[in-house]
Antibody
Framework: EEQLVESGGGVARPGGSLRLSCAASGFTFDDYGMSWVRQVPGKGLEWVSGIKRSGDTTAYADSVRGRFTISRDNVKNFLILQMNSLRVEDTALYYC???????????WGQGILVSVSS | EIVLTQSPGTLSLSPGERATLSCRAS???????LAWYQQKPGQAPRLLIY???SRATGIPDRFSGSGSGTDFTLTISRLEPEDFAVYYC??????????FGQGTKLEIK
């Protein structure tokens, strides 16, 4: 059974950093592109970043480009989102998802909360 | 960036009725790379439809998608109580960012 489990969320100060991890299991990880999607509680969904299965191509939403970095470890089956220069508006529930270029987001983790506050 | 506009914002219907949700794109969505997701309170979204009209694994056939280019529709033929939720469309074509619509809330009348 396909499973995505996020970790690493929590509270950070504006300007601070957090590193989100997503452990993937139940499927061949390096067969799929992966993405992060976020959602402010009570609001809509925002695609944040994605990475091709080989890791050689990445993409970002304008709102996070230059501050967030997506990467993956195809040996340990992990997806990573390094978040630097955090802003209050980055506060959201972050979902790890399977899917990227040309592929729908067909599996989702349960989400991890990131709160940026002074 | 492709902007997706969903309508209506809220749809009030009764179980057994037919629901029609719309998603309009600001420019053509390549190769019909358009998906629909359902989200219930406290849960992660779930993929319903991909490629504009293909049902995801395990999705009942009362859910159907149609459309191409800039106009897409999600139809629920006969509403069940568990179908009342928020629905989002998303384009995932060749050029990021892979934007979502703002959502349609389907509520019980």
């Amino acid at each position: 059974e396909e499973q995505l489990v996020e970790s690493g969320g929590g509270v950070a100060r504006p300007g601070g950093s957090l590193r989100l991890s997503c452990a993937a299991s139940g499927f061949t990880f390096d067969d799929y592109g992966m993405s992060w999607v976020r959602q402010v509680p009570g609001k809509g969904l925002e695609w944040v970043s994605g990475i091709k299965r080989s890791g050689d191509t990445t993409a970002y939403a304008d709102s996070v480009r230059g501050r967030f970095t997506i990467s993956r470890d195809n040996v340990k089956n992990f997806l990573i989102l390094q978040m630097n220069s955090l802003r209050v508006e980055d506060t959201a529930l972050y979902y790890c998802t399977r899917g990227f270029l040309g592929g729908p987001l067909d599996y989702w983790g349960q989400g991890i909360l990131v709160s940026v506050s002074s | 960036e492709i902007v997706l506009t969903q309508s209506p914002g809220t749809l009030s219907l009764s179980p057994g009725e037919r629901a029609t949700l719309s998603c309009r794109a600001s420019q053509s969505v390549s190769s019909s790379y358009l998906a629909w997701y359902q989200q219930k309170p406290g849960q992660a979204p779930r993929l319903l439809i991909y490629g504009a009209s293909s049902r995801a694994t395990g999705i009942p056939d009362r859910f159907s998608g149609s459309g191409s280019g800039t106009d897409f529709t999600l139809t629920i033929s006969r509403l069940e109580p568990e179908d009342f939720a928020v629905y989002y469309c998303q384009q995932y074509g060749s050029s990021p960012p892979f934007t979502f619509g703002q959502g349609t809330k389907l509520e019980i009348k």
